[in-house]
T-cell receptor, first 115, second 113 residues
Framework: GAVVSQHPSRVICKSGTSVKIECRSLDFQATTMFWYRQFPKKSLMLMATSNEGSKATYEQGVEKDKFLINHASLTLSTLTVTSAHPEDSSFYIC???????????FGSGTRLTVV | SQQGEEDPQALSIQEGENATMNCSYKTSINNLQWYRQNSGRGLVHLILIRSNEREKHSGRLRVTLDTSKKSSSLLITASRAADTASYFCATALRYNQGGKLIFGQGTELSVKP
């Protein structure tokens, strides 16, 4: 089955620093990856869609310069939270799609805490 | 962006009882999916129902879809404590062709032993 690995699972950083989250498809080529943000006891909010080799498409209200997404290869997408602030603290989850039979596969999420 | 509402937002039942969760959506869909999320974890795909299907079963799960009402329900029969989790419906316009997957608000299910 399809597996998506997301790292780190937890990260604590200081305000003003940048944090990179990686999302890798381990056994399939992910043509499209999605990044979601989830607040406690809330649903997943789609932040952006990234296709390999092209610029990410951001959802309305998501700051492109704040949340940098790179999808340089068919197996790796990264989300960089730049100049992080406490309000960026959240649970971030990636999802990848590839071959039709694999559907949408989700990473295990990253708990970001900005102090 | 959110696709719609799910109800109830929270559901607490005893082990052995059935749990029913409902989901409504706003746009035309190709399919609707249900996912499970344990606290602080990623999502696990449970079941997919296509827009031309009305009901689907998978083990203790039963999903219905009413496209005229733009709603779906997930029934978990003979619930177990291990079913405690949040359940989300999600819709995609173009399944697995780069289509965005948009989630409902979710139902937090608690199954007491």
């Amino acid at each position: 089955g399809a597996v998506v690995s997301q790292h780190p699972s937890r990260v604590i950083c200081k305000s003003g620093t940048s944090v990179k989250i990686e999302c890798r498809s381990l056994d399939f080529q992910a043509t499209t990856m999605f990044w979601y943000r989830q607040f406690p006891k809330k649903s997943l909010m789609l932040m952006a869609t990234s296709n390999e080799g092209s610029k990410a498409t951001y959802e309305q209200g998501v700051e492109k310069d704040k949340f940098l997404i790179n999808h340089a290869s068919l197996t790796l997408s990264t989300l960089t939270v730049t100049s992080a602030h406490p309000e960026d603290s959240s649970f971030y989850i990636c999802s990848a799609t590839g071959p039709l039979e694999y559907g949408y596969t989700f990473g295990s999420g990253t708990r970001l805490t900005v102090v | 962006s959110q696709q719609g509402e799910e109800d109830p937002q929270a559901l607490s039942i005893q082990e052995g009882e059935n749990a029913t969760m409902n989901c409504s959506y706003k746009t035309s869909i190709n399919n609707l999916q249900w996912y499970r999320q344990n606290s602080g974890r990623g999502l696990v795909h449970l079941i997919l129902i296509r827009s031309n299907e009305r009901e689907k079963h998978s083990g203790r799960l039963r999903v219905t879809l009413d496209t005229s009402k733009k709603s779906s329900s997930l029934l978990i029969t003979a619930s177990r404590a291990a079913d405690t989790a949040s359940y989300f419906c999600a819709t995609a316009l173009r399944y697995n062709q780069g289509g965005k997957l948009i989630f409902g608000q979710g139902t937090e299910l608690s199954v007491k032993p």
